[in-house]
């Protein structure tokens, strides 16, 4: 072999055991040593584990706002709950989302991600917590009457649960009327109309009112009628436990609970609930300082 192939095949060699990192014995191994070499190197470049990969910047336009949107209403949610603590002391008002989110250690301009003004937003979110309150209460209630009495008491489960709904404003009674001309406001009025009718669905649901006649309709009307009356006797009562409220509360009950009767009889009831609903709004207006409008 000439010299210029010798010194080629050494240079070759050396080439060769610089990249598979130990001596060669023989073209064929060094050749197998490469090639697994570049296949170790190929995968080793080219292999994708999506674990490991930041999710957050492939998500969509619209995952990410529904991610924030629910943040947002994580800490909504949050900061009504600390305002509501505050109610006693300072009302319905910006004052109370102000202690809250001090107490927090937020900033208070979150009061401005609301899609109500902040004192709707507060007496709203109330009224929502206390009908999850007033669901389960409805459901241990039920369970009691079938465990003592072997069926649903109608009247009294009723007259129970009106009252354990109207129990649930007491903590917050000084500031109530207010609470009452928010709700009254043409901006809140779906809203509270809402309200009525899931409560009133609620108690004679589990109540196991089963009609599909005009007493249905009748049952919710004069029930949602009766605590509303109730509810502004409860605000001027200064009785011991409020038993005059819950004497009212018991008496009105009577005009409603035994709707088997006939549509003349309904109307009397709807007549003597009228009369007394309208009695308890001009009380309400009276408290909330709006003129008598039967003057």
Not at 50 to 65: F, I, T
Not at 138 to 152: D, V, W
Not at 240 to 261: C, H, P, Q, Y
Request: contains cysteine.
């Amino acid at each position: 072999m000439t010299s210029w192939k010798i010194l080629h095949r050494n240079c070759c060699l050396r080439f060769v055991h610089s990249c598979v990192g130990r001596p060669a014995g023989s073209l064929s191994v060094r050749k197998d040593k490469f090639s697994t070499l570049a296949t170790d190197v190929k995968e080793e470049e080219y292999d994708w584990d999506p674990k490991s990969q930041d999710v957050s910047k492939q998500e969509s336009p619209d995952a990410r706002n529904e991610h924030k949107a629910s943040h947002l209403e994580a800490i909504q949610h949050q900061l009504l709950s600390e305002a509501l603590k505050f109610v006693p002391n300072y009302g319905w008002s910006a004052r109370s989302f102000t202690e809250a989110a001090r107490s927090l250690s937020v900033s208070p301009s979150l009061m401005s991600s609301f899609s109500k003004s902040e004192d709707a937003a507060l007496v709203l979110f109330f009224l929502k917590l206390r009908m999850v309150d007033l669901e389960n209460f409805l459901i241990g209630l039920r369970s009691k009457h079938m465990s003592e009495f072997g069926r649903i008491k109608i009247n009294l489960f009723v007259f129970e649960a009106c009252k354990e709904m109207l129990s649930y404003v007491i903590p917050y009674l000084e500031h109530w009327p207010d609470a009452l001309s928010i709700l009254a406001e043409l901006s809140n009025a779906l809203d509270t109309f809402e309200h009525h009718k899931e409560m009133v669905d609620l108690i004679w649901h589990y109540a196991g009112d089963k009609s599909l006649d005009y007493n249905w309709y009748s049952k919710r009307i004069l029930l949602s009628a009766v605590i509303n009356s109730s509810q502004l006797h409860l605000i001027q009562d200064k009785s011991d436990n409020f038993e005059d409220t819950w004497r009212f509360l018991e008496e009105r009950l009577k005009d409603v609970a035994s709707i088997g009767m006939g549509i003349g009889q309904l109307r009397n009831a709807v007549s003597t609930l009228g009369d007394v609903a309208e009695a308890a709004v001009e009380t309400g207006r009276n408290l909330i300082g709006l003129p008598n409008t039967s003057r």
